[in-house]
């Protein structure tokens, strides 16, 4: 058979031959044989349909097979001829529905789901094949099997699509009035799916529907609900006026359930069903009032920002030309703002109807003017010193921009200033960063103005952000270009002064080289006794080796400090480099040589007439002098060499910084500054020392001069080097101060300011006048009232901790899962989590966990998972339907620590479970 499945779809030879060989297989003794056969037909009938004319009595018998999985096979392959054509086979219909009536489970399932395979809306199944599934499938709601009955729900909703609406109605009516809760619950699915295609068909259904809210069972009420929610996706205002002769008591079980539909449908549709529900709180039906005042204001508390972008748009809607339509907005506006009691929208409304007061003319207009600010002053007497207040903070948001504007044109000034020192890589990087820094504080800025309270009050702003945001970042491109041409002009220019003073450079080392030579030329006095005749041609020699040393150290240092003011110009400074280093090695292996038989001259000679000690002595001081010269270069090159690698020496504190370590980012400063300090203090004190054994043989001034010139060459460099360290101390110490206050601001709104600079051993004065500038140049958005650091746009909260629940029922435990997390870099200690449980909860006290925990210590960035559980009693009384029992119960966690400031902080979560 499996040969047989393999080859039966290669060609049109071997499926017929297929075909004539199955007839005879389809009654094999063995069932697999039948169902392997059935397989292959299905597979065959795709592309062979009307070869099966002769087979089909065959696989209408297999549908009443002794065996289940062969049943099963033929239900799926019938499914898919009936799927093909009702016309072929007009009566296999009666036969496919007997399926529905099988003994197995499976097979009815499998059935059902070929008739929705089959019955699609598209579709046009002759009527008595309707009938036929319409009496099965009433029958198979009522299934032991939870999936035939979920499956016959859905065939019931695709059957309503080829029913006339008078027998929807017939159908569906007494079956949400059924006994059984869940046939009423599938009946109310089905409604909410059908009810935006048949919505003036099926009208009579709401009337029972809307009776459902008050049924006992929750889950229906929940069902009904979602079910109304669907059909007012589209039949909202329809729905809206179907509800009102329903609404009595805004307390009772359909009047909850008509405003919790009406809130749902406005918050998925709120340009439309707004403005609806705010029409009618001119209703006269004070039932209706109450219930539309209530949707309103949980509208507002879900979408506060769509709940006043709609009223916006009611208030632009004024016609200048129509009093009356101003008078009726503006009576309503009054009235939403009365019934409400929201002050926001209170503040919004006053500002713009004193807006409209100034321009309008219209005296009816004017008096309604009048009555609605009077409306509102009587909810909230200090409207005006709200008002007063946004127009401050109006001023303090145009400021801010202008500040925006400042940091643009400080940004083409500092660029400009680092082209004029001939910093053209300092001045790009400088662009790039300041660029992006400006442009995410923008976006910051966009952030909190449109998570903040502001904006509702004074729309115009939105639109004034939009276009300033756009101006600068076009003024930053433009400084950018301008700032590009300048520094490519720069370039060309400099280059040209580089190449003289390379060429300048150039001739010093012929000039040594030239010198180098002469003084080889000399070098047979050393080959030679040096007695007394031959002391004016030593000191000679010793004054034109002293001239190369001196000429040697200049050159070394001159061309390092080329290097290190032109590094990125390293490209054009390699061939003098290369060239340099040659002759000074050459030179200094020679002197090194030349000092060495001097060395010998000393130990050899004794001193028989004065001339020769004033010799010695000279052999002495340039034997020493050149080991300090060697010294010092060695000294200057390694301190170069360090200034040139700096930014590399601290990218490991930046990237501390950049992960938030903030104390081992401090601590890596420490260390990085005490070994580069050790580096210098350790150069220095060799150079010292080697100076003070020149400075004992008593050396004349001009020499004295000469050795000067090479520590203050040394000191030159040193306090080049120390600058840069207390320059990066600052700067980097500024960065962490900054990022460390961000990081508190992140997780603490307010902060207190003692208990800050005592985290950051501050003193309150330093810290205020450090937080001061910090909110000056907008690096943080905050304000300092009373010694507290406040984030007015934000919640005042504290978020140190995040919790997230879950809750399983297994038998009789109740498992309470909660993971919490410290999102924080901080640690949080003395953590105590009380467990509150609703009093609905029956449990045993001995076989559960206790409802308290404490945790010590709480480290960064860290999670736990934290298990309560509950051995619930078992409910005795066996009359009580378990069903009915499901309630929506509250949960309390009661939440006690310490926080990084050492402050004892509670708080309270509140949650919702169903038991």
Same mark, same amino acid.
């Given at each position: 058979m499996g040969i047989l499945n393999n080859i039966s779809d290669k060609s049109d030879h071997t499926a017929l031959l297929t075909l004539e060989k199955i007839n005879t297989l389809l009654d094999h003794s063995e069932y697999w044989i039948r169902q392997e056969s059935l397989q292959i037909l299905k597979k065959l009938y795709l592309i062979h349909p009307k070869d099966f004319d002769v087979?089909?009595?065959?696989?209408?018998?297999?549908?009443?097979?002794?065996?289940?999985?062969?049943r099963e096979s033929a239900v799926l392959l019938v499914g898919s001829i009936l799927k093909n054509s009702f016309i072929q086979y007009p009566e296999l219909y009666f036969t496919f529905s007997r399926t529905l009536e099988d003994d197995s489970w499976t097979v009815r399932a499998r059935a059902l789901e070929m008739v929705l395979s089959f019955l699609t809306p598209e579709s046009d199944p002759p009527n008595e094949m309707i009938d036929i599934l319409k009496e099965n499938v009433i029958i198979l709601l009522r299934d032991p099997d939870e999936e035939v009955r979920g499956l016959s729900a859905e065939v019931l909703k695709a059957l309503c699509f080829h029913l006339d609406s008078f027998k929807i109605h017939a159908l569906l009516s007494p079956l949400l009035e059924d006994v059984d809760w869940m046939i009423r619950e599938k009946i109310i699915w089905i409604i909410g799916e059908i009810g935006d295609y048949f919505f003036d068909e099926i009208y009579k259904l709401f009337q029972n529907l809307v009776l459902m809210f008050s049924d006992e069972i929750m889950i229906i009420q929940t069902k009904t609900i979602d079910s109304f929610v669907k059909i007012g996706m589209n039949h909202g205002p329809a729905l809206l006026e179907f509800f009102k002769p329903f609404i009595n008591d805004f307390s009772d079980d359909i009047g909850q359930g008509i405003s919790e539909t009406l809130i749902y449908i406005t918050l998925q549709n709120m340009k439309e069903m707004l403005p609806i529900m705010i029409g009618q709180l001119v209703v006269p039906k004070i039932p209706i009032r109450n219930l539309i005042t209530n949707c309103l204001l949980k509208i507002y508390m879900e979408k506060p920002d769509g709940f006043e972008e709609e009223i916006f748009i009611i208030f632009q809607s004024l016609?200048?030309?129509?009093?009356?339509q101003r008078k009726k907005i503006i009576s309503l506006l009054g009235d939403l703002s009365y019934v409400l009691h929201i002050k926001s929208i209170c503040v919004w409304t006053a500002i713009n109807l004193k807006n409209w007061q100034q321009n309008e003319e219209d005296l009816d207009v004017l008096d309604e003017i009048e009555s609605s600010l009077q409306k509102i002053n009587n909810i909230f007497n200090d409207i005006?010193?709200?008002?007063?207040?946004?127009?401050?903070?109006?001023?303090?948001?145009?400021?801010?921009?202008?500040?925006?504007?400042k940091q643009t044109q400080n940004l083409r000034k500092k660029a400009e200033s680092y082209v004029n020192q001939k910093k053209f890589i300092q001045s790009e990087i400088f662009l790039e960063e300041e660029g992006n820094r400006i442009a995410e504080k923008l976006d910051e800025f966009e952030k909190i103005l449109h998570e903040s309270e502001f904006k509702r009050f004074n729309v115009e702003v939105i639109q004034d952000f939009i276009d300033i945001k756009e101006e600068i970042l076009e003024n930053i491109s433009d400084v950018n270009s301008s700032i590009y041409n300048l520094i490519c002009d720069g370039r060309a220019d400099y280059i040209k002064e580089l190449d003289i003073l390379l060429s300048e450079l150039k001739d010093r080392i012929d000039v040594v080289k030239t010198e180098y030579e002469s003084i080889k030329k000399m070098e047979v006095l050393l080959e030679e006794k040096m007695d007394d005749e031959d002391i004016k041609r030593t000191e000679e020699f010793l004054n034109n080796i002293s001239s190369i040393r001196e000429k040697l150290f200049k050159l070394e240092f001159d061309i390092g400090q080329t290097w290190l003011n032109n590094l990125e110009f390293k490209e054009f400074l390699k061939e003098i480099t290369v060239t340099w280093i040659d002759i000074k090695i050459e030179i200094q292996q020679y002197l090194a040589n030349v000092f060495h038989k001097f060395s010998v001259f000393q130990e050899t000679t004794k001193e028989v007439s004065h001339e020769i000690s004033p010799l010695k002595k000279k052999i002495t001081y340039e034997f020493l002098s050149t080991n300090l010269q060697n010294i010092i270069i060695q000294a200057i090159s390694s301190q170069r060499d360090v200034l040139e690698r700096f930014d590399k020496i601290s990218e490991p504190i930046k990237k501390e910084i950049q992960v938030r370590r903030f104390k081992e980012a401090r601590n890596l400063i420490q260390l990085t500054i005490n070994n580069l300090y050790s580096s210098i203090e350790d150069n220095n004190r060799e150079i010292n020392r080697n100076y003070e054994n020149i400075d004992k043989i008593n050396i004349p001034i001009t020499s004295a001069n000469e050795i000067r010139k090479y520590l203050n060459n040394w000191t030159q460099v040193k306090d080049n080097l120390l600058e840069k360290i207390f320059s990066f101390k600052n700067e980097i110490d500024k960065t962490i101060f900054t990022e460390e206050i961000k990081e508190y601001l992140k997780y603490i709104n307010p902060i207190s300011i003692e208990h800050l600079g005592k985290i950051l #051993?501050?003193?309150t004065k330093e810290l205020k006048e450090k937080l001061i500038i910090l909110i000056q140049n907008q690096t943080i958005i905050a304000?300092?009232?009373?010694d507290l650091l406040i984030q007015p746009q934000k919640p005042m909260e504290e978020r140190l901790l995040s919790f997230f629940r879950k809750v399983e029922i297994i038998g009789t435990k109740l498992i309470f899962s909660l993971r919490v997390y410290n999102p924080t870099k901080f640690f949080i200690s003395d953590i105590g989590m009380i467990f509150i449980h609703p009093e609905f909860l029956q449990y045993q006290k001995e076989n559960?966990?206790?409802?308290?925990?404490?945790?010590?210590?709480?480290?960064?960035e860290a999670i736990r998972v934290i298990k309560w559980v509950f051995r619930i009693s078992k409910i005795k009384d066996k009359n009580i339907d378990l069903q009915k029992r499901y309630e929506l119960q509250k949960f309390l966690l009661n939440v006690t620590y310490t926080n990084p400031f050492g402050e004892?902080? #509670?708080f309270s979560k509140q949650g919702e479970i169903i038991l």
């Amino acid at each position: 058979m499996g040969i047989l499945n393999n080859i039966s779809d290669k060609s049109d030879h071997t499926a017929l031959l297929t075909l004539e060989k199955i007839n005879t297989l389809l009654d094999h003794s063995e069932y697999w044989i039948r169902q392997e056969s059935l397989q292959i037909l299905k597979k065959l009938y795709l592309i062979h349909p009307k070869d099966f004319d002769v087979l089909i009595e065959k696989i209408e018998a297999r549908l009443f097979d002794s065996d289940k999985n062969v049943r099963e096979s033929a239900v799926l392959l019938v499914g898919s001829i009936l799927k093909n054509s009702f016309i072929q086979y007009p009566e296999l219909y009666f036969t496919f529905s007997r399926t529905l009536e099988d003994d197995s489970w499976t097979v009815r399932a499998r059935a059902l789901e070929m008739v929705l395979s089959f019955l699609t809306p598209e579709s046009d199944p002759p009527n008595e094949m309707i009938d036929i599934l319409k009496e099965n499938v009433i029958i198979l709601l009522r299934d032991p099997d939870e999936e035939v009955r979920g499956l016959s729900a859905e065939v019931l909703k695709a059957l309503c699509f080829h029913l006339d609406s008078f027998k929807i109605h017939a159908l569906l009516s007494p079956l949400l009035e059924d006994v059984d809760w869940m046939i009423r619950e599938k009946i109310i699915w089905i409604i909410g799916e059908i009810g935006d295609y048949f919505f003036d068909e099926i009208y009579k259904l709401f009337q029972n529907l809307v009776l459902m809210f008050s049924d006992e069972i929750m889950i229906i009420q929940t069902k009904t609900i979602d079910s109304f929610v669907k059909i007012g996706m589209n039949h909202g205002p329809a729905l809206l006026e179907f509800f009102k002769p329903f609404i009595n008591d805004f307390s009772d079980d359909i009047g909850q359930g008509i405003s919790e539909t009406l809130i749902y449908i406005t918050l998925q549709n709120m340009k439309e069903m707004l403005p609806i529900m705010i029409g009618q709180l001119v209703v006269p039906k004070i039932p209706i009032r109450n219930l539309i005042t209530n949707c309103l204001l949980k509208i507002y508390m879900e979408k506060p920002d769509g709940f006043e972008e709609e009223i916006f748009i009611i208030f632009q809607s004024l016609d200048p030309d129509d009093w009356r339509q101003r008078k009726k907005i503006i009576s309503l506006l009054g009235d939403l703002s009365y019934v409400l009691h929201i002050k926001s929208i209170c503040v919004w409304t006053a500002i713009n109807l004193k807006n409209w007061q100034q321009n309008e003319e219209d005296l009816d207009v004017l008096d309604e003017i009048e009555s609605s600010l009077q409306k509102i002053n009587n909810i909230f007497n200090d409207i005006d010193k709200e008002i007063e207040e946004i127009a401050l903070k109006s001023k303090k948001f145009y400021s801010n921009l202008d500040l925006f504007q400042k940091q643009t044109q400080n940004l083409r000034k500092k660029a400009e200033s680092y082209v004029n020192q001939k910093k053209f890589i300092q001045s790009e990087i400088f662009l790039e960063e300041e660029g992006n820094r400006i442009a995410e504080k923008l976006d910051e800025f966009e952030k909190i103005l449109h998570e903040s309270e502001f904006k509702r009050f004074n729309v115009e702003v939105i639109q004034d952000f939009i276009d300033i945001k756009e101006e600068i970042l076009e003024n930053i491109s433009d400084v950018n270009s301008s700032i590009y041409n300048l520094i490519c002009d720069g370039r060309a220019d400099y280059i040209k002064e580089l190449d003289i003073l390379l060429s300048e450079l150039k001739d010093r080392i012929d000039v040594v080289k030239t010198e180098y030579e002469s003084i080889k030329k000399m070098e047979v006095l050393l080959e030679e006794k040096m007695d007394d005749e031959d002391i004016k041609r030593t000191e000679e020699f010793l004054n034109n080796i002293s001239s190369i040393r001196e000429k040697l150290f200049k050159l070394e240092f001159d061309i390092g400090q080329t290097w290190l003011n032109n590094l990125e110009f390293k490209e054009f400074l390699k061939e003098i480099t290369v060239t340099w280093i040659d002759i000074k090695i050459e030179i200094q292996q020679y002197l090194a040589n030349v000092f060495h038989k001097f060395s010998v001259f000393q130990e050899t000679t004794k001193e028989v007439s004065h001339e020769i000690s004033p010799l010695k002595k000279k052999i002495t001081y340039e034997f020493l002098s050149t080991n300090l010269q060697n010294i010092i270069i060695q000294a200057i090159s390694s301190q170069r060499d360090v200034l040139e690698r700096f930014d590399k020496i601290s990218e490991p504190i930046k990237k501390e910084i950049q992960v938030r370590r903030f104390k081992e980012a401090r601590n890596l400063i420490q260390l990085t500054i005490n070994n580069l300090y050790s580096s210098i203090e350790d150069n220095n004190r060799e150079i010292n020392r080697n100076y003070e054994n020149i400075d004992k043989i008593n050396i004349p001034i001009t020499s004295a001069n000469e050795i000067r010139k090479y520590l203050n060459n040394w000191t030159q460099v040193k306090d080049n080097l120390l600058e840069k360290i207390f320059s990066f101390k600052n700067e980097i110490d500024k960065t962490i101060f900054t990022e460390e206050i961000k990081e508190y601001l992140k997780y603490i709104n307010p902060i207190s300011i003692e208990h800050l600079g005592k985290i950051l #051993s501050l003193t309150t004065k330093e810290l205020k006048e450090k937080l001061i500038i910090l909110i000056q140049n907008q690096t943080i958005i905050a304000e300092i009232e009373d010694d507290l650091l406040i984030q007015p746009q934000k919640p005042m909260e504290e978020r140190l901790l995040s919790f997230f629940r879950k809750v399983e029922i297994i038998g009789t435990k109740l498992i309470f899962s909660l993971r919490v997390y410290n999102p924080t870099k901080f640690f949080i200690s003395d953590i105590g989590m009380i467990f509150i449980h609703p009093e609905f909860l029956q449990y045993q006290k001995e076989n559960s966990d206790p409802t308290e925990i404490f945790i010590r210590e709480f480290e960064p960035e860290a999670i736990r998972v934290i298990k309560w559980v509950f051995r619930i009693s078992k409910i005795k009384d066996k009359n009580i339907d378990l069903q009915k029992r499901y309630e929506l119960q509250k949960f309390l966690l009661n939440v006690t620590y310490t926080n990084p400031f050492g402050e004892i902080k #509670s708080f309270s979560k509140q949650g919702e479970i169903i038991l």
